[in-house]
């Protein structure tokens, strides 16, 4: 039986668009592909039990702007579920489980915060948060079927 082939191809191209100083700034990448015939059989792998995911979500708006020069503490009950209701506590799954925390969309290192059941811990940092600005606490948690 003969082997199908599988094809992809990457077209570079450059794409100048000018920049204040009217200098080219970004180059783009367009990759298509194109398949003969269909992509090989993904592989069986026989389920002996099932991992289950749980994923709660917390979501707070600053009203004001945080200062975290000395640190700060946000506490749970300032934060809203994805259903939209205003939660008590934070769901946290330890040890079989993580947390992840999101500033403005964008995902933090897990060494300049904490995440207890009551709050979320920013540790001490030469900067400010801005009112407006979008925190995220993402709990994960896994369990066996």
């Known amino acids: 039986m003969e082997k199908q082939k599988r094809q992809m191809k990457i077209v570079r191209e450059l794409v100048e668009h000018h920049c204040e100083d009217r200098m080219p700034c970004m180059q783009r990448i367009r990759v298509s ?10 592989p069986v792998i026989p389920a002996e039990g099932g991992i289950i ?5 917390y979501f707070y708006i600053l009203g004001e702007d945080i200062d975290l020069t000395n640190g700060v503490t946000i506490p749970a009950n ?8 205003q ?3 934070f769901m946290i799954f330890s040890p079989n489980g993580y947390v992840n925390l999101y500033i403005n969309a964008v995902m933090q290192e897990g060494g300049i915060y904490t995440v207890t059941t009551d709050s979320l811990t920013l540790n001490p940092y030469a900067t400010t948060i801005f009112a ?3 925190i995220i606490v993402e709990s994960l948690g896994f369990s066996t079927a």
């Not at 592909?33 to 993904?42: D, I, L, R, W």
């Open 78 to 85: 300032l934060f809203f579920g994805d259903d939209g209701n």
């Open 132 to 134: 407006g600005t979008p």
């Open 33 to 42: 592909s194109t398949c003969v015939g269909p992509p090989p059989p993904s």
């Open 87 to 89: 939660v008590t506590a």
């Open 53 to 57: 995911p749980t994923i709660n979500r």
